[in-house]
């Protein structure tokens, strides 16, 4: 049960009905730290997006009191009396002798977990994060990736490097697996400059602002993704409005509501499969009251939930 390329956390509970496992044990769910990413500079090889992990599962207790409590969000407990089996295989392994080596630790990670069958729930670490998650998919596409975020993430690279927090879409956009990709919550300003619209436009990327998903209303916009895909969510928090997750590097208003998410969420799950999701950027130190972890937290209780009962998990 023990791998090592992962770390193992303390054993609190947080959705799961196994505290920790390898990522290849049998499970229908499997939690995954990823803390690391590529920095772009000497200060930023560890930030406080790498405490996230850590963050989420301290706040587990306000997330989830019990899977056996009636959870007002889903009219039931979140496993619906179904025998799921959800483990939390820990946070991959950094050596500070060789940092990029945790970024090829995570794809063998993620691809472990996809291998025994299970539904991959990343918690990053910054938005670098998904790409070695996405490299673990290359036999699982089509993909549809769904972005929430307020960046759109298409730098080409940032003082040389290429898989840094600002490049993920970019780098999904050249995985063969990888279709169409709608980037919703988009506002204020990031590191793009007006080249890469372009290059996201030029892909046919769905940019998708937080004003037109506010006017529109999140069934509209859910709408627009097409039916019986097999769609991959990445999550960054400052897409989320700061009113409910406030601990984020770059917040800026008028952001993505948690009723907004929930419902293009638990759409998603309906409409075709949701094959794994990654929660990323949040930064713990600036956190009020662990509001921004419970508001990622319940997000995921309502994907979960939704899968349960759509069948996801049935053997």
């Known amino acids: ?115 025994a069958g299970a539904l991959p729930i990343v918690f990053g670490g910054d938005h670098s994060i998904p790409i070695p998650v996405l490299r673990a998919f290359d036999a699982h596409g089509p993909l549809t990736l769904i972005q929430i975020d307020q960046h759109i993430d298409w730098r080409e690279e940032v003082n040389g490097v290429r898989d840094g927090l600002s490049s993920p879409i970019r780098r999904a956009s050249e995985m063969a697996h990888v279709g169409q990709i709608f980037q919703i919550g988009l506002r204020a300003t990031g590191s793009a400059r007006p080249e890469e619209v372009v290059a996201a436009r030029a892909y046919g990327a769905h940019l998708i602002t937080a004003e037109e998903l506010h006017e529109a209303g999140a069934e509209a916009i859910l709408a627009r993704i097409p039916a019986g895909g097999r769609y991959y969510v990445t999550l960054d928090m400052d897409g989320m409005d700061p009113s409910c997750a406030p601990a984020v590097a770059g917040p800026a208003p008028g952001g993505v509501t948690f009723r907004q998410a929930r419902t293009l969420l638990r759409g998603l799950v309906r409409k075709g499969r949701v094959v794994g999701m990654d929660v990323v950027e949040i930064t713990p130190a600036r956190d009020l009251n662990q509001m921004t972890c419970i508001t990622a937290g319940r997000l995921l209780v309502n994907l979960i939930g939704e899968a349960v009962r759509a069948g996801y998990f049935r053997r």
């Open 1 to 115: 049960m023990t791998d090592p390329s992962l770390t193992t956390p303390p054993a609190i509970p947080f959705l799961y009905s196994q505290p920790q496992a390898a990522p290849g044990a049998p499970a229908d769910i499997a939690f995954l730290g990823i803390p690391y990413g590529s920095p772009y500079s000497f200060h930023e090889t560890v930030n406080d997006q790498a405490n996230g992990p850590a963050a989420m599962r301290r706040a587990s207790d306000r997330i989830l009191r019990g899977i056996e409590r009636y959870d007002f969000d889903l009219g039931g407990p979140l496993y619906d009396g179904q025998p799921i089996r959800a483990v939390d295989c820990g946070d991959v392994r950094a050596d500070p002798a060789a940092p990029r080596g945790h970024l090829a630790r995570a794809e063998q990670a993620v691809r472990a977990i996809l291998a």
